[in-house]
């Protein structure tokens, strides 16, 4: 299934309007350097900010909630360590798109508890790829 420009869940849709704004502010500069005349900067590295939408979007989409609450679910048998929790960091884009998901998908489902979490995590100056400060 191809990736939709939107959802029919509110908060994917806008997720994604937001990531379409930061986008176009990122391409702003761009654009009127290049009408004026001059030789644009260097653009900030390509993030695909609707890549956590998909992520969850894609299966929803395609009427399989199971699947994205698998994608979720805590592993059988595992303990939640507090202490290394707390001190775990997102490092890679990959991990701020799943944690980012994770956090649209407690929003979807009303579980404010692990989406305030998530969303302290993501508000974390790791979660955010260099060059990008949206």
């Not at 900030?44 to 969850?56: Q, S």
């Not at 592993?75 to 649209?104: I, M, N, P, S």
Request: glycine content about 6%; some cysteine.
């Amino acid at each position: 299934m191809s990736k939709l420009y939107t959802y029919s869940y509110p908060y994917l849709s806008l997720w994604q309007t937001a990531a379409a704004g930061v986008k176009r502010r990122h391409a702003s500069p761009q654009k009127l350097a290049i009408q004026a005349g001059q030789t644009p900067a260097a653009p900030p590295p390509e993030v695909d900010l609707e890549a956590p939408v998909h992520i969850i979007g894609v299966p929803l989409a395609a009427g399989q909630p199971d699947t994205v609450q698998a994608m979720f679910a805590p592993k059988q048998g595992a303990t939640l360590d507090l202490a290394a929790a707390a001190d775990a960091v997102l490092h890679t884009a990959e991990d701020c798109a799943k944690a980012a998901a994770e956090f649209l998908w407690a929003e979807i489902t009303g579980n404010k508890d692990r989406s305030d979490t998530l969303a302290g995590e993501l508000k974390s100056p790791n979660a955010t790829p260099p060059g990008l400060n949206a």
